[in-house]
């Protein structure tokens, strides 16, 4: 009776031991590992963002203007390059200069359109190349199509 | 001249049964198996952290190095930031992303896309009724690309007229 009860007792802690531990751990080992696939993806965004912002900062003249009235020109030559030869109606495109800060100037799109038409001009204005910096897009439904709102800046050339 | 039974000595003990001695044995090995699978486990946790804990050095130094890549002042990293991140996400990429979300009773009237150190995205939404708009809910968080999703005010009989607001997370893949 007495080896039975030995018995019973090892199987007892065996049970308590794995689920004391294993269940516990297991749970925390899987945290960890969505927490590490998630800095990971973060990182990887990061490393892009740190290639995209050392290229833009490198590439000078074309997102960078030495005045306000060169900025404003600049951006305004960039806005109609996107909308050119798209077919996108009620272009609007307003621009102001900034006095001082790193922004030269700052400018407004509005096109009217259909969807896939608006979204190519969205394209062109978020390129690198375009020659402005994207800081916000806007779409909106109007009149069965869509109306395209983005506003761009562009940078002071520092001296 | 008859036997006489021997007094002498000790009669021998009896042998425990072999299944008993079998018990103990089986359990001294769930003991040792509960054991090692503990360990495993607490070795598996600790490699996990570690390899946390590489990855966030790793963060932690892009994130430094974005400071100092440019070498130009803060504001302007900040402003080359913003647009670096939508050259990441274009509007088409997140427009496609969230046709892909949206019910077919669901229509989308307003989408404003704000670049930042993070993607904010403002959307005005009309849903048919309140199933479809509960369904486009779930579709968002769901699908990965949009994080804290966060619905506006509803009123659920008839026609769902809401904002809902959320973070780009697709970023460039």
Redo the contacts between chains.
Sequence with gaps: MR??R??????A???A??LA??PP??R??EA??Q??RQ????????????A???R??REGPE?RAADGAAAVGTLRAAALRATAGIAVSGVEIGTGASPR???AARCRVKVHGR?ADV?RV??RL???SSGL?????????ARGDVTLEAEA?I?RE?P | MREQPDFSTHPSPRR?PVW??G??I???L??G???R??WL??R??SA??E??AG??R??AS??S??GA?????A???E??????????S???RV?ARLAGALPTDV?????????GDVISLEM?VVARDASSWDLFLARLVEDGSFESVTPGSERRDGEIRSVVTARWAG??R
């Design positions: 080896r039975i030995l018995a019973a007792l090892v199987f802690g065996s049970a031991l794995y531990v294993v751990a297991r925390e080992r960890a590992e927490e590490h800095v990971l993806e973060e990182a990887q965004r990061l490393r892009v963002r740190v995209n912002v050392s833009l900062s997102v800060g790193a922004v969807l979204l969205a394209r978020a390129r690198p910096l994207l800081d916000s897009v806007t779409l909106a439904a800046f940078l520092q | 425990p008993k001695a018990l103990i089986a359990g001294v769930a003991l198996l509960a054991g699978a503990s486990e607490r598996a946790v996990a952290r390899q946390v990855a966030r790793q963060l892009l994130q190095r974005l890549t440019a070498e130009r002042p504001a302007e990293v402003l080359l930031s913003r647009a670096s991140a939508a050259i990441e274009p509007p088409e427009v229509r989308l009237d307003r989408l404003r896309i704000e670049y005005q970023g460039a």
